[in-house]
């Protein structure tokens, strides 16, 4: 038996055992393991699982989450303010509210991003526990079933068709015409012809081998039958997953966050050092000016900012799962989001999934069962992956035919591939005549074919009979039908076939599909198109049935594109032709890819949707990779967001809901870094003539707090519908000008407040200016500015995110969610009580008059109201406001 060490798994051995020896090895049989065996392989050599991404320890999640850039700082105030109000205090001064409150603000933000990880973790694995990935089993007293990938265990019996992701390492005991796709291992782009015969030498590596397969790569076509030799971890892939696993390219949503890190340095490396000297100048105490200088560098941060961002994404993948859509990478939304172009397949996407065979035509243009009895012949035999249209023929032959009557032996078969566009079956009857039945697309067949049946006869396929069987299929191409070719030949004995043979075929008629467009089509192309969004075809069919289908959804095609004239235009030539075309037909899949990275490389956020073999490539190329839950293994594998419907209805929904997650992060970003900013750049100015502290760095701290914990609602407010019309994408510059905008305006409405505290209010409360007070009134005068600052701060900061959440008039014209109102408002609340609180009184604060409240309405008023000019100036120069 084999080992369980993967270090003793001899592929090279088994290579070169006969299919026989390899069953005895592992105690298998072509009839598959029994439940029993299946039992003891598992226990022997372990579970077919693999995170290729490692699973951050626990540990690991809780470091990351208590330290932070931002947390770092709050930790190094904590321990200043230990050292200096409790350690070197006097017994009867010690105080260690400060180190309570940044202990609190630490393990609140740790605390709930701590959880929100876990969260996120559990979220994306039940996700992704939506799509199943399976094999083809064979076990004993069973039929071929479809099982989950975990679940296959070593000497299972697996059958391989195109499209199949290989579950494991396997060796192969059968095979026709099998070619597999190992760039994932090799690195080679061309795929592989694979046998049950091994002719390498002794020393090559195992992926060179004729016939063995592996974990990690897939078919292309042909099909295969073979046994499971490693799993899990053991197999080559699994021992390799490091180095396979490269860390993904940043989205632009990555980089948006990182350049909102450096902006916010920048401006700590302005604004804290220009704090210190200032106080440090006015106020004498440099100690206390450094510790202030740290305070404003906080100030400036956003601190709930993972938790928030991390939140947005979590719960958008949780809504969009709820729409029929499932993210497998959460950084995947802001690029839904962002996507204006999305390139789509025809067949299923725009139009039925059923496919409904319309016509079964001789080559004069007559319904002949005789074309369809071929046709069922081959569709039937095939061993490959069955198509829509081998579906809809076999539905119509058994609606017309008793095909309990056709009575045929399958002698080989010449599997489907993109290449020939086209696949044969060798069957032979009862009495013993062979033939080679073939159907493929029109163009290819008329190039195989040397004779045509006409009538009764058997004549030499000239041009003319080829240019009336093309006249005959463009109309049906016009009346939006796919057509394809069936021929055959005739052979004496059986023989070894191979490509070479479907030549000089016989041409018999053809096949006419109707596949009409799904009732939600021109409705969903009509939101699409309104949400900004333009859609481009992308198919293999030929360009005549696209443009029928195109005209019948209302899609307007321009001018419509071939592979053929893909091939001939340089890429810059190609990227003027996708401003003016918008269906591309006859394509291969590398013309899919480049077409895709032609409307990249203009400036497009491209989506591709895809179910098919040969959409894998074009799906790992696009921005955003979207494929369906019926799609072959190898699609659903290189997509990032699986629609558990076809249909473009739910892709539009999910897309509007990918926008509104972009929304409500860039909501929190941009409204608090400006208001942070207004509030940093008043304590710069008032620092310059307050004979204090503007704020202590302890009230920063908690203003800070109490806003942040209030802002954890953003993520369940609602967008306007006007901002979901058009895509969204990160520009960080944006966020500079945004910043300079309204931040200023906040410090304008900060200024009066000083004066009107320092000039009026204070002096009025304790019964005197400053300069005339004696040291015990001083310190409630400081109390009382403190105060006064931290809840029109407060207040401020809070109303200007209602203002700025929207381009309309808050409150009236557009209202935030419940849960953000209710949140918000609390906020406001715990935070105006605070200074009348024992809490307040341990940071600094102190109780409020009446007279004050009267101006913060008013300064709040006057507040909106300035915001919302400026606020209309700023859509008139950029037309966004978020």
């Known amino acids: 038996m084999l080992k369980k060490r993967k270090d003793l798994v001899d592929y090279t051995r088994l290579a070169k055992l006969t299919p026989t020896e390899v069953l005895a090895q592992l105690g298998s049989s072509l009839n598959g393991l029994t439940k029993q065996q299946v039992a003891v392989a598992r226990e022997q050599y372990g579970t077919n699982s693999l995170e290729l991404k490692k699973k951050t320890p626990l540990g690991m999640q809780i470091l990351k989450a208590y330290i932070t850039p931002f947390t770092l700082v709050l930790i190094l105030l904590g321990v200043i303010s230990f050292i200096t109000d409790y350690w070197l205090a006097t017994p009867s001064d010690r105080d260690l509210s400060g180190v309570i409150i940044i202990t609190v603000m630490v393990l609140v933000s740790g605390t709930m991003s701590l959880l929100q990880s876990i969260r996120s973790d559990q979220a994306a694995q039940k996700l992704r526990e939506l799509i199943k990935v399976t094999a083809s089993v064979k076990r004993a007293k069973e039929e071929l079933k479809e099982i989950e990938v975990a679940q296959v265990v070593c000497g299972d019996i697996i059958k391989l068709a195109a499209g199949d992701m290989i579950p494991a390492d396997m060796r192969l005991l059968q095979t026709k015409d099998?070619?597999?796709?190992?760039?994932?291992?090799?690195?080679?782009?061309?795929?592989?012809?694979?046998?049950?015969?091994?002719?390498?030498?002794?020393?090559?590596?195992?992926?060179?081998?004729?016939?063995?397969?592996?974990?990690?790569?897939?078919?292309?076509?042909?099909?295969a039958l073979g046994v499971v030799i490693a799993v899990g971890t053991n197999t080559l892939f699994g021992q390799s997953a490091k180095e396979l696993t490269k860390k993904s390219a940043p989205t632009n949503f990555d980089n948006g966050l990182k350049q909102v890190s450096y902006l916010l340095l920048r401006f700590m490396a302005i604004m804290?050092?220009?704090?210190v000297i200032i106080n440090g100048l006015t106020k004498g105490d440099w100690w206390q000016a450094l510790i202030f200088g740290l305070s404003i560098a906080v100030g400036l941060t956003p601190e709930m900012l993972p938790l928030i961002v991390t939140t947005n994404l979590v719960k958008g993948a949780t809504q969009l799962a709820k729409k029929g859509t499932v993210v497998k990478n959460l950084g995947s939304i802001q690029n839904f989001g962002a996507m204006d172009v999305l390139c789509t397949d025809k067949t299923g996407t725009l139009t039925q999934d059923k496919i409904i065979l319309e016509y079964h035509l001789n080559c004069d243009g007559e319904n002949d069962q005789r074309v369809l009895r071929h046709g069922y012949l081959n569709s039937y035999y095939q061993t490959g992956l069955k198509n829509l249209l081998d579906v809809a023929i076999i539905d119509a032959a058994k609606e017309q035919l008793d095909v309990s009557k056709l009575e045929f032996t399958k002698i080989d078969e010449l599997p489907f591939d993109f290449k020939r566009r086209k696949m044969s079956v060798v069957v032979s009857n009862q009495d013993g005549k062979i033939q080679m039945i073939t159907k493929g697309a029109?163009?290819?067949?008329?190039?195989?074919?040397?004779?045509?049946?006409?009538?009764?006869?058997?004549?030499?396929?000239?041009q003319a009979q080829k240019r009336d069987v093309l006249q005959r299929v463009e109309q049906l191409n016009q009346a939006g039908m796919r057509v394809i070719g069936v021929a055959h030949k005739t052979y004496a004995q059986a023989k070894e076939f191979s490509i070479a043979d479907e030549s000089d075929l016989i041409l018999i008629g053809y096949l006419a599909f109707l596949d009409p467009p799904k009732e939600t089509t021109k409705p969903a192309l009509d939101a699409l198109q309104k949400n900004g969004v333009a859609v481009k075809i992308l198919t293999g069919d030929n360009a005549l049935v696209a443009q029928a289908v195109c005209k019948q959804v209302g899609l307007t095609p321009g001018q419509i594109m071939t592979g053929q004239d893909i091939d001939e235009l340089s890429d810059q030539q190609l990227k003027e032709k996708l401003a003016t075309s918008n269906v591309f037909a006859k394509l291969d899949p590398k013309q899919k890819v480049r077409l895709v990275n032609c409307l990249k490389q203009t400036g497009n956020t491209v989506g591709f949707l895809g179910d098919g073999i040969n959409d894998a490539p074009a799906l790992r190329a696009a921005d955003v990779g979207i494929s369906v839950d019926t799609a072959v293994d190898i699609a659903k594998e290189a997509a990032d967001i699986i629609l558990l419907d076809k249909d473009l209805m739910i892709l539009e929904r999910a897309i509007l809901a990918g926008r509104a997650v972009f929304g409500n992060i860039m909501k929190y970003i941009k409204t608090t870094i400006s208001s942070n900013f207004g509030n940093m750049l008043s304590v710069l100015c008032a620092s310059i003539f307050l004979p204090f502290l503007p704020m202590l760095p302890l009230?920063?701290?908690?203003?800070?707090?109490?806003?942040?914990v209030s802002c954890l609602a953003v993520p369940w407010d609602k967008m306007d519908a006007e901002y979901l019309q058009s895509p969204k994408n990160w520009q960080t510059k944006n966020?500079?000008?945004f910043m300079l905008w309204f931040g200023p305006t906040s410090s304008v409405f900060d200024l009066t407040t000083f004066a009107a505290l320092y000039f009026v209010i204070c002096p009025i409360a304790v019964g005197g200016s400053f300069t005339t007070l004696t040291p015990r009134q001083k310190v409630i005068f400081i109390a009382l500015f403190h105060a006064g600052w931290f809840v029109e701060s407060l207040w401020t900061q809070t109303f200007v995110l209602h203002a700025l959440r929207t381009p309309k008039l808050p409150f009236i014209q557009s209202n935030a969610a419940l849960a953000m109102t209710v949140l918000t408002g609390l906020g406001v609340l715990?935070?105006?009580?605070?200074?009348?609180?024992q809490l307040g009184k341990n940071i600094g604060l102190h109780a409020l008059p009446l007279m004050f409240w009267g101006l913060l309405f008013l300064t709040v008023l006057a507040y909106l109201a300035l915001v919302t000019v400026i606020k209309n100036r700023y859509l008139r120069c950029y037309q966004e406001l978020i």
């Open 178 to 223: 099998l070619f597999i796709a190992q760039a994932a291992l090799t690195g080679e782009s061309y795929p592989l012809e694979k046998t049950t015969l091994d002719t390498q030498e002794k020393n090559v590596s195992p992926v060179q081998r004729d016939n063995l397969v592996f974990m990690g790569s897939n078919v292309v076509s042909g099909s």
């Open 830 to 837: 715990i935070g105006s009580y605070l200074p009348f609180s």
């Open 735 to 737: 966020l500079s000008k």
């Open 442 to 462: 029109i163009e290819e067949m008329l190039d195989s074919c040397a004779f045509v049946e006409v009538g009764n006869e058997i004549k030499h396929l000239t």
């Open 699 to 708: 009230q920063i701290l908690m203003l800070n707090l109490v806003y942040d």
């Open 272 to 275: 804290a050092p220009l704090v």
